[in-house]
Structure formats: C-alpha cells, structure tokens
C-alpha cells in the first residue's frame, strides 16, 4: 500500500496549500481575525513540513515496495489486484468496524464553514491588556524591577517610565551595578522579562522564521561576548568579580561580597573589615562554601575556578540582557502602541476602561466572512453631515450643537473662506492662511487686526493707524514751533517763551 500512502500524502499537501491560498486571499478586519487565521496558516505550514518528510521518505526507503506494487499493477491482471485490494480494505473495516474516516476535503475547510478548529480559544493566549497581540503587557515585570536591588528605595519608575527604559541596562537610563546584577532576584528579572517578550514575538508573528531570527540575535552575541564589547560587561572589568574587592581605580570604590556593599575607598573598606557586622557576614560566607572554600573577599587567595565561574554568570546574565534587547528592537511597534495606550487610558476612568476591555471581547467580527457585508460596513451612515471623529465615525449630534459646528464664520481676507463654528473662527486669526491675506493687503502688524474679516475694514483700520503713528512723530520731533501765550495775551513760540521766563522779562 506504499503507492496509496504516497497518493494521500500528496492529497493533503494540496488540500493544505489551497487551504492557505483560502486564508491568505482575505484579509480580516479585526486584530483577533487575523491572529487566528495567522496560527493556522502556521499550523498548516507545520502539518506540510510532516508530510513532505513523511513523503520523502517513502521515496527513499520504500522504493523495493513501491517498485514491486507498480509492477503487480501493471503487468498482472487489473481487475484481480484491483479486488484484492478492495477486500483488503472490507477486511481492515470489519477488523475494525468504529474506525473513523478522514474526510480531507473537510478536514482543512474554516470555522464558520463547518471545518475543525487547529487554534484553539485564541482569547485564553492573551491577557486583556495585549489586546490580541497589540500592546506588551510588562505589569508583572515592572513589579518586579521594582524590587530589584539597586531600585528598591530610590526613586521608583512608573509603568509609563519603565516602558521607554526597560531595555535600557547601563546608566544614566540603569544605575543597578555590575555586583547588584550577579544577584538571584535580578537573574530571575531578566529571564522572565525575556522569555515574555519570546513568548509574545512567537504569538504575535507566527509565520516569521523566528528560529533564524533568535540565531542571529545569538551569533551576534557570541561575537560581542568574545570580543570583550558587551555593553556593560566589558572584559577589562572581568576580573573584578563578585568574589573579589574591586580597586578604586577600577571602579571608584571597593565591594565586599560577605556584606554585598560598596564601599567608596579602600580606607572605608579596611575600617569595616573589623566591624562585627562584617565578622558575622564573613563567618555565613564561609559556612556556606562547599568543600570549605576559604576564598576571601579582598583577592588574597582565590579558588581554581572563582573567576571562570563568575564571568560564567555573567555571560549568562548578559546573555539574556541582549535578547532583551534584540527582541524590543525587533517589537518597537507594539513597544510604542503600548505606550501611547498607556498614556492615553491614564486620562480614562475605571469605567471607561471596563467598557472598552468589554467591547474588546464582544465585538462582533461575523461581517468579516460576508465581502458584501464588509462593503456595506465601509459606508458611513451620516445624513447631517456631521464632521467625523478619530474612529473615521460622525461625531454625536449633542456635541455638534455644543460646540456650534453648524455656524457659519465667512472670512473676506483668507479668501472668502467659511469656518464651522467660533471655536475654529477664533483660531484662524493666528494661523498662516490669515497671516498672508494681511501681508497681501501691505499689514505688517497682523497682531491688531484680530476678529476683523473684512478688506475694507482692516484697509482703513490700517490707514488710521499709520495716520496716528505718524502725527505722533511730529509732535516728538516738532517741539520748537508749539506756541506759548503770556499773561497780556502775546503768543510767542515755546522756545521763546522759555527764555523770557528764565530771564524774568515776562
């Protein structure tokens, strides 16, 4: 039965084909559409991979069977290897009388075709916050940042903050130490935060060759690793490790790995060495070494292995700060929609944002099968004629009102240009297209000439205006012809009178 296994592998591949060839054609509206059909385009794309194996290998190690059912086929009699097939298979049936028939014409139809479902409840894949694959969900992440050493106590980042700064590991953007990050809690951090933002690339982008991707960003860091460049774990700070006191021309400052503190000179450090405090960290330090490892903190003495076994650590946690970072550089799209999200539900109440996850969820995508449908959906019901919203949807009739949109302001000097309600009207004197209409009539001080639309009005406003700057000149600069009148009545210019006066002759 080797050439009938071969006949069915080959009629699933095509039926798989023509299958993504179905849902490739359309291309859904709604975010939760287009995810569903993009995991099963990638699930049929995985079951082609199996069978095209399956398939080539039939041709290569079942060539003898294949040989000998083609030669029974073609040299004997039809008819009897034709029956002896078919009661081979009224065999097999009453063998086994409840085995289910596959159907592929069936087997790869859609959904609401009446086809099965290869996806599953895609609403249980994410969490109301990514909203099918829009927005990072770093909530949890973020708590625990919060907790990092090295930030908990200082200033804390809100969610917002943390979005921008969250593959940011060196300063100014992080101030955790190379020591703080050798820690439990922070090696923790940076594999969950990597392998949520893995998990969300591989949801998301299912029909991407992540595997070739997650390579690159791995050769990448095999060669910066190597070449003693990484951001942060430069390899001439390799040896100061966690096990040893870092000098001050180092680092600026000595650490202590007993008490994991830093100390800001080797002064300060030598003085803490007899601190009972210290005695004490150093004695649970000792204690908890294996094979009673007296590795001492200051670099005396070292184990055969201390240094290679701390730059390990630090491979492995900069290994995972450069996926981060990879693969927030590779999402910056959904980064910066989660951010403005974020930004703009911080202006929304409680209730609002119930609302807008509730309709999230119950959005009704059954348009999306129906071309016609769609096509009546596209067509905006707007019989006033009311100025649309963000949404591409009229604005409510209420706030049409509200603001006044159906009154007309026409404006002589943009060009009998008419604008919908004062709001608009009350803006346009300071916009460009006002500004040039004055420059047009020769005004230059297009500040005085608010709520004024008309040519002639703004003319003569202009000329009175230039008339009074002009008799104000003349006064300043025509002091010596103002006339003075004494107490016998002679009128004499200013000046005169100011010389008489001063000379006592009036």
């Not at 992540?210 to 190597?226: H, I």
Request: aromatic share 10%; with cysteine.
């Amino acid at each position: 039965m080797v050439l009938e296994e071969l006949r069915y592998a080959h009629e699933e591949l095509e039926r798989l084909e023509q299958a993504i060839a179905d849902r490739v054609h359309e291309e859904p509206k709604h975010i939760r559409n287009r995810q569903f059909r993009d995991l099963e385009i990638s699930n049929f794309l995985a079951r082609i991979e199996t069978q095209s194996k399956q398939a080539l290998q039939l041709y290569n190690h079942e060539q003898a069977a294949r040989t000998a059912e083609i030669q029974t086929l073609s040299t004997g009699d039809t008819f009897d290897a034709f029956y002896t097939q078919l009661d081979q298979i009224k065999d097999f049936h009453k063998r086994y009388p409840n085995e289910p028939v596959e159907n592929l014409e069936r087997a790869y139809k859609k959904v609401e075709d009446g086809g099965p479902d290869f996806v599953g409840n895609i609403d249980s894949m994410f969490t109301g916050e990514e909203a099918y694959g829009r927005f990072f969900d770093l909530t949890m992440p973020h708590e625990e940042y919060l907790n990092l050493p090295g930030v908990k106590g200082g200033k804390k980042l809100t969610y917002l903050q943390y979005l921008v700064v969250f593959d940011k590991f060196t300063p100014p953007q992080c101030n955790i130490s190379r020591q703080e990050k050798m820690t439990e809690q922070y090696f923790s951090y940076v594999g969950s935060l990597a392998q949520y933002l893995e998990s969300f690339i591989r949801r998301t982008k299912p029909l991407e060759d992540l595997e070739k991707l997650f390579k690159a960003f791995d050769e990448e860091f095999e060669q910066s690793w190597e070449m003693g460049i990484m951001p942060g774990w430069e390899a001439k700070q390799a040896a100061q490790s966690n096990g040893g006191a870092a000098k001050p021309e180092d680092m600026g400052g000595v650490w202590c790995a007993e008490c994991e503190k830093e100390f800001k000179n080797d002064n300060v450090y030598k003085a803490h060495l007899t601190g009972k405090k210290h005695i004490k960290n150093a004695q649970v330090f000792l204690n908890g070494m294996p094979n009673g490892d007296t590795t001492m903190s200051n670099g005396n003495t070292s184990s055969a292995g201390g240094p290679a076994l701390a730059r390990l650590k630090e491979r492995a946690v900069a290994e995972r700060e450069h996926r981060i970072q990879k693969l927030a550089s590779a999402m910056s799209t959904e980064r910066e929609d989660t951010r403005v999200n974020v930004e703009r539900k911080a202006g929304m109440t409680d209730r609002e944002r119930q609302q807008e996850l509730v309709a999230l969820f119950a959005e009704d995508t059954a348009g999306d099968a129906d071309a016609a449908d769609a096509d009546d959906d596209e067509k905006v019901y707007n019989p006033l004629k009311l100025p649309l919203a963000w949404d591409g949807k009229p604005i409510p009739f209420w706030l049409y009102k509200l603001h006044g949109l159906g009154v007309e302001f026409p404006c002589e000097i943009c060009g009998n240009y008419v604008y919908m309600g004062r709001r608009a009207f009350d803006k346009h004197f300071s916009e460009q297209r006002h500004i040039y209409g004055l420059k047009c009539l020769g005004i230059t001080q297009t500040g005085l000439f608010s709520q004024i639309t008309g040519i002639e009005e703004a003319q003569r406003l202009w000329d009175k205006i230039q008339r009074d700057k002009k008799l104000i000149e003349e006064r300043k600069g025509g002091a010596g012809v103002e006339e003075m009148e004494d107490t016998q009545g002679h009128v004499m210019p200013r000046k005169v009178y100011e010389d008489l006066r001063k000379a006592g002759l009036l």
